[in-house]
């Protein structure tokens, strides 16, 4: 079955911290994997996506995330995190190929806490 | 402001009264979907249109449940005979297929309250 698994439900750090949430999936073939965020009383807002090549992507706000296909993973990391950085992260797959799907599938997110 | 909006954003509701809820895409996406979102877990999707043609039901997706996206703009999810069940938030969400962005723009959700 497809899933998306993101095993940290809360995760709190300290300002200025790095940061890492953790996704894993499982998929029949490499899907399309995308990083989205909502913060409170707005819509999700997508962070980053992979579709293919380089397996470090860069996103906005200073996020990154790494595809690692012998673990299916893609980790979300920030070097340094900031105070508005705190809402719900939402790791989600979606079908390769057509590179512009919107069935996707998402984790269950994680909750960030930014302690000052 | 162009992005995603959609109308409610909350409606408290008895069982077994029937609600609809309305999403007005960005103007030139051509892409419309719908999701479901419980509290604490990930949205799930539920359908889409291109256009007005509705290509993809999800089995979640029950006889109650029907979508409609006439003309091609402004989608309506109505729901009937509503039960507890369907508390969630009802998030839309649009994106312009064939640029190859991969980018879905969500709308800030519907929240439903069955009493």
């Known amino acids: 079955a497809q899933s998306v698994t993101q095993p940290d439900i809360h995760i709190t750090v300290s300002e200025g911290a790095s940061l890492e949430l953790r996704c894993n999936y499982s998929y029949g073939a490499t899907p399309y994997l995308f990083w989205y965020v909502q913060s409170p009383g707005q819509g999700l807002q997508l962070l980053l996506k992979?579709?293919?090549?380089?397996?470090l992507v860069q996103g906005i706000k200073g996020f990154e995330a790494e595809f690692k296909r012998s673990q299916s993973s893609f980790n979300l990391r920030k070097p340094s995190v900031h105070w508005s950085d705190a809402a719900e992260y939402f790791c989600a797959v979606g079908p390769p190929g057509s590179g512009n799907t919107g069935k996707l599938i998402f984790g269950q997110g994680t909750t960030l806490q930014v302690k000052p | 402001d162009t992005g995603v909006s959609q109308d409610p954003r909350h409606k408290i509701t008895k069982r077994g009264q029937n609600v609809t809820f309305r999403c007005d895409p960005i103007s030139e996406h051509n892409r419309l979907y719908w999701y479901r979102q419980t509290l604490g877990q990930g949205p799930e999707f539920l359908t889409y249109f291109q256009n007005e043609a509705q290509l993809e039901k999800s089995r979640l997706l029950s006889d109650r449940f029907s979508a409609e996206r006439p003309k091609g703009s402004f989608s309506t999810l109505e729901i009937q005979r509503t039960e507890q069940g369907d508390s969630a938030m009802y998030l839309c969400?649009?994106?312009?297929?064939?640029?190859?962005?991969?980018?879905?723009?969500f709308g800030e959700g519907s929240r439903l309250t069955v009493l």
């Open positions: 969400a649009s994106s312009l297929w064939g640029t190859n962005t991969g980018e879905l723009f």
């Open positions: 992979y579709f293919s090549g380089d397996t």
